[in-house]
């Protein structure tokens, strides 16, 4: 059943919702019995605006936790990072493919988003999306979602990262250095926030393609400014991204 979300309710003595109302902590139990499953999450969300409040506060926080502890728990250590009142962003970050349809930023081809039951995230591979310069800077970074047979043999990919303590990176002081501009139109599909298109700006360096598997001319990403990185790629068959070496930029 799809709920709409009801953001007039303000839990006022005859509000519906408080008619057998349970407290946090009791939900807390629910969620955490429950193994802090996101599809119910998300639906809980939308009974009214205190329950998407307490999502946000509490229950996206726990997915995220118990879905990559060691990732969140590195994300948190830096002394300016974007992770706290961003819980719902990065736990749909963790789980949604953003695929491409018609008139958003992957718009050449028709792959609606989707959620992804597991998916494997790298610290060590957001490395070869940094320039030289800017590997100081800490990118957890997804490996490709793969899917096949895109029209002229085409196999497109989709990857997905998040930057720590993207407030003091030297990726988004490059950035602002180079005057890169904001996409004008199109938002980070996590945060809603706006975007930078990294091969506009001319910081996309070659170990990238390498590390995906991809085309070269066929890697394209974006980062917001809340440090989220959404991207896609041209892979290439299995039998020649085989023989593809690591390569720097």
Known sequence: MILNKQYRCIHSASCQCTKGHISEDVIFLLFHN????????????CVCKWFDDLAKRVLWKEFCR??????????????S?????????????LIYCTGCTHGTLFGQIGIPGH????????????KSFLLRRCRSDVLYVSYPCEHPDQGEDKNI??????????GTS????????????????????????????????????????????????GVEYYVCLNGH???T?????????????????
Request: hydrophobic content about 40%; aromatic content about 10%.
């Open 34 to 45: 429950l193994n802090w499953n996101p599809k119910l999450i998300a639906t809980f969300s």
């Open 66 to 79: 118990t879905r990559a502890p060691r990732m969140i728990r590195d994300l948190q250590s830096g002394v």
């Open 81 to 93: 990072h974007i992770v706290d009142g961003n819980w719902r962003a990065l736990g749909k970050l």
């Open 115 to 126: 959620f992804v039951y597991q998916t494997r995230f790298s610290r060590t591979s957001g």
């Open 157 to 166: 990919g989709f990857f997905r990262g998040v930057f720590k303590s993207f």
């Open 170 to 217: 030297k990726v988004r002081k490059m950035l602002i250095n180079k005057a890169a501009e904001l996409h004008p139109t199109q938002v980070c599909i996590y945060c809603k926030a706006k975007l930078w298109n990294m091969r506009q700006a001319r910081m996309i360096p070659h170990s990238a393609s390498s590390w995906l598997g991809s085309y070269e001319d």
């Open 229 to 231: 990185m959404l991207g």
């Open 233 to 249: 790629c041209t892979l290439l068959p299995l039998s020649d991204s085989e023989e593809v070496s690591s390569s720097e930029e």
